[in-house]
């Protein structure tokens, strides 16, 4: 079985290589079955897994969320990223803890997410998803480990048309120290190509989705 540490590294280069598909288990078994495809590296899914515990998307407390990445980077040979929701905490203090917590469960990369669940799903302040996110930055450097921060920002999921926004929220982000910048919801191929010349992001179109060849001639 491949060490942690070599799936952190692997996981590393693919980011440096260019682009890769990220597909999404929800279980050991579809995690094993897209391994066995020939898949280079897994994301979870923090709505797919916890429908699969009869919850709505968002109902798995933390350490239900820390079992389920912990089975799954055991069971396959691949590098995971962690769909981590918005950290499972509020404060910076409390997204470090769960950061550490996730590194220990051996995933290769994870994303904080500016969504405060708490306050009923608004997005966080600038100031404040920023604070977060450099709390998670200080939490992996602290270990030596070579995990991959994924910051995500949620506006385009709320409103598509903010396009300007998303790209002003990505840079701050990589600015705070992200690795990798995630924005779900883009949905023109224009947007998508303002967005890869102006941050290094991977991006999540929305349905009909092209192919991977007709996103990197779009990208490029």
């Not at 590098?79 to 918005?86: I, L, R």
């Not at 409390?94 to 220990?104: F, K, M, N, P, R």
């Not at 604070?131 to 930055?137: D, N, V």
Request: glycine share 8%; hydrophobic share 50%.
């Amino acid at each position: 079985m491949t060490s942690v540490a070599e799936k952190r590294a692997e996981f590393r280069k693919l980011h440096e290589a260019g682009c890769f598909v990220l597909p999404n288990p929800w279980d050991v078994g579809s995690a094993r079955m897209l391994e066995h495809l020939g898949f280079k590296a897994l994301a979870s899914t923090s709505s797919g897994f916890a429908w699969t515990q009869g919850r709505p998307d968002y109902g798995v407390t933390r350490d239900i969320a820390l079992d389920h990445l912990s089975l799954i980077s055991r069971s396959v040979s691949l590098p995971v990223n962690a769909d981590f929701e918005s950290g499972f905490a509020v404060d910076p203090e409390g997204v470090a803890e769960s950061v550490g917590l996730a590194i220990a469960a051996g995933v290769a990369g994870l994303s904080i997410e500016d969504r405060n669940r708490e306050a009923g799903g608004a997005l966080y302040a600038r100031a404040e998803a920023l604070a977060r996110l450099r709390s998670a930055r200080s939490a992996i450097d602290a270990v030596g480990g070579d995990v991959i921060l994924v910051a995500r920002t949620e506006l385009l999921l709320d409103d598509p048309a903010q396009v300007a926004a998303a790209i002003d929220a990505l840079v701050a982000f990589a600015d705070a120290g992200a690795d990798c910048l995630y924005a779900p919801g883009v949905r023109k191929a224009e947007d998508i190509r303002a967005m890869a010349r102006a941050v290094a992001a991977t991006m999540a179109p929305a349905s009909p989705r092209p192919s991977l060849s007709a996103l990197v001639r779009t990208i490029w």
